[in-house]
Antibody
Framework: EVQLVESGGGLVQPGGSLRLSCAAS????????INWVRQAPGKGLEWVAN????????YYVDSVKGRFTISRDNAKNSLFLQMNSLRAEDTAVYYC????????????WGQGTLVTVSS | QLTQSPSFLSASVADRVTITCRAS??????LAWYQQKPGKAPNLLIY???TLQSGVPSRFSGSGSGTEFTLTISSLQPEDFATYYC?????????FGGGTKVEIK
């Protein structure tokens, strides 16, 4: 059974940092692009970043470029999102998600982890 | 940019429902549709604009290509009351539509 389990969320002050993790199981993690998607409270979905199978390509939404870094450890079946210089508008539930193939939609999602940026 | 319409829809059980997603630039057929219920992660319904995801009821269908796409629910069921999102996977940044909330009339 495919599972994606996020962790690392919490309350952080503006300007602070947080590192999210996503533990994957039930599939060959190193074969797939993996994504981070977020959802602010009461708002819609926003794609944040993704990373190629070997980590050689990474893409980000403009609003997080230079502040967030996506990475992966294929040996540990884990995905990460290092978030620096956090802002109130980064407050959201963060999901990791995978697609069966690159251009397909995301057929597996984690349960999400809540990040709250507030003083 | 993806624009969904309507943003809110009130319908009755057994109604036929259509949601539209318009892209500001062509996205070929790299468009997906999701259903999301409160407090839950989204659930993939359609990918490649018109391919039904495994396990999704056949009352859901998708069509379109280029810049205009539709999600149709042929006969709305009680469990279909939820928020629906489109997503383009053609070019970066990948984007979602603003969502369509389907509520009970």
């Amino acid at each position: 059974e495919v599972q994606l389990v996020e962790s690392g969320g919490g309350l952080v002050q503006p300007g602070g940092s947080l590192r999210l993790s996503c533990a994957a199981s039930g599939f060959t993690f190193s074969n797939y692009w993996i994504n981070w998607v977020r959802q602010a409270p009461g708002k819609g979905l926003e794609w944040v970043a993704n990373i190629k199978q070997d980590g050689s390509e990474k893409y980000y939404v403009d609003s997080v470029k230079g502040r967030f870094t996506i990475s992966r450890d294929n040996a540990k079946n884990s995905l990460f999102l290092q978030m620096n210089s956090l802002r109130a508008e980064d407050t959201a539930v963060y999901y990791c998600a995978k697609a069966e193939r690159y251009s397909y939609g995301y057929n597996y999602w984690g349960q999400g982890t809540l990040v709250t940026v507030s003083s | 940019q993806l624009t969904q319409s309507p943003s809110f829809l009130s319908a009755s059980v057994a109604d036929r429902v259509t949601i539209t997603c318009r892209a500001s630039q062509g996205v070929n057929s790299y468009l997906a549709w999701y259903q999301q219920k409160p407090g839950k992660a989204p659930n993939l319904l359609i990918y490649d604009a018109s391919t039904l995801q495994s396990g999704v009821p056949s009352r859901f269908s998708g069509s379109g290509s280029g810049t205009e796409f539709t999600l149709t629910i042929s006969s709305l069921q009680p469990e279909d009351f939820a928020t629906y999102y489109c997503q383009q996977l053609n070019s970066y940044p990948l984007t979602f539509g603003g969502g369509t909330k389907v509520e009970i009339k």
